[in-house]
């Protein structure tokens, strides 16, 4: 199975979300993004989930890098893929807050496992050069 995860970095910032309490990575932060549907394209599905889950309109950039987790007894492929919006989201559907943070602090938060995976794609793109 695939999955994607929306990375928008700003000014040295990555934007995070954290998800709702229950279920497996209840109340830890992650990159935005969710399953692909069937048929459904990396690109499509990163819009569509910045859509769904925030209301908001992003423009998908190149894949930066690609892991894979286990969940339940499945094999995740997953697709770290840049992402650009204006703003911020007008309302959070699946989560509890949003924030940006810098390199520091992301390798601290309690981030899910399978997005600490993508960590050693991103960290680079946080440095200020």
């Known amino acids: 199975m695939r999955s994607v995860a929306g990375v928008s970095i700003r000014d040295a910032l990555v934007f995070l979300a954290r998800r709702r309490p229950g279920g497996d990575i209840g109340g830890k932060w992650e990159f935005p993004g969710g399953k692909c549907e069937e048929g459904e394209g990396d690109e499509t599905a990163v819009l569509r989930e910045f859509r769904e889950e925030f209301g908001l309109s992003v423009t998908a950039g190149a894949i930066i ?19 650009l919006f204006e703003g911020e ?5 699946e989560h509890v807050a949003c924030r940006w943070v810098g390199a520091e602090e992301l390798v601290k938060i309690d981030l899910a496992d399978s997005d600490r995976s993508l960590l050693p794609f991103v960290l680079p793109l946080l440095v200020v050069s």
């Open 65 to 83: 890098g690609k892991s894979s987790f286990a969940n339940n007894g499945k094999t995740y492929e997953l697709a770290a893929i840049q992402v």
């Open 89 to 93: 989201p007008p309302f959070l559907h």
